[in-house]
């Protein structure tokens, strides 16, 4: 199981935003690149970055997003989300030295656009993320909720050849009242591997997740409001 502490980036700053409103937004730090450093100094191998203004259609921190890549180069992998809605856009990142990118609208509007990203980089490279909101897909920065169940778009994707899933449920995002295992499972049932985000709170809830045999997890506001530091999480 891999732990991927995350950095959410907006306006230059370390941000976390609760069930993904942008007016409900709580800063953690003004250098992207020294919370990046840390993590890594700490025993992180991965470290999960997501561009909101770019998911949000507002700007873009790919700039940053590069720094933290060689910030970490050599020592931790480097995951990368946010508004990669265009195959230029999914090369980019991949050409700062992501190591894996995160599509998600995309792969919901786009399927073929899905298709050219895996020909691109190929499945280890690729994860679709599955956002959830009562059981339907998210998307554009969760802004919107399409009329279809997430599960379909995880079925559909899995079967283009998607092997990684990182699934939320957006209601419980930022809100640490602990992951959705039971959502994570359900997709995990279609043949991909499964992190899980959202409403981690505790190094159990982490212990839970490791137990049931999912891929990994993404965790934010918990590290940041010192519930638990990246190595405790590490040796849970």
């Known amino acids: 199981m891999d732990l991927l502490p995350a950095i959410d980036l907006r306006n230059g700053r370390v941000v976390r935003l609760s069930q993904g409103e942008a007016a409900r937004e709580t ?32 700007g873009d921190n790919s700039d940053l997003v590069g720094r933290v890549i060689a910030a970490a180069a050599g020592r931790a992998r480097v995951q990368v989300g946010g508004g990669l809605r265009a195959l230029d856009r999914i090369e ?26 895996l020909a691109l980089a190929g499945t280890e490279r690729i994860a679709v993320g599955i956002d959830a909101r009562d ?3 998210a998307i554009r920065g969760w802004r919107e909720t399409a009329a ?14 998607v092997r990684t899933l990182v699934y939320t449920d957006v209601a419980r995002d930022g809100m640490l009242q602990g992951p959705d295992l039971d ?10 591997r499964v992190i899980a985000s959202g409403g981690i709170a505790s190094l159990d809830d ?14 934010g506001r918990a590290i940041y409001e010192g519930r638990f530091t990246v190595s405790e999480a590490i040796k849970a």
């Open 27 to 58: 800063v953690y730090g003004d250098d992207p690149v020294s919370v990046a450093e840390r993590f890594v100094a700490e025993g992180a191998r991965w470290v999960h970055v997501v561009d909101l203004d770019r998911a949000f259609g507002e």
């Open 92 to 117: 980019q990142a991949l050409g700062l030295g992501a190591a894996r990118v995160v599509i998600g609208t995309a792969a919901v509007r786009e399927p073929e656009l899905l298709t050219q990203a």
């Open 135 to 137: 059981g339907m897909i």
């Open 148 to 161: 279809e169940p997430a599960r379909s778009v995880a079925e559909r994707v899995v079967g283009q050849g």
């Open 183 to 192: 959502g994570a499972l359900a997709l995990q049932a279609l043949g991909a």
């Open 206 to 219: 982490l212990r839970r997740i490791r137990e049931a045999g999912l891929a990994g997890a993404i965790v």
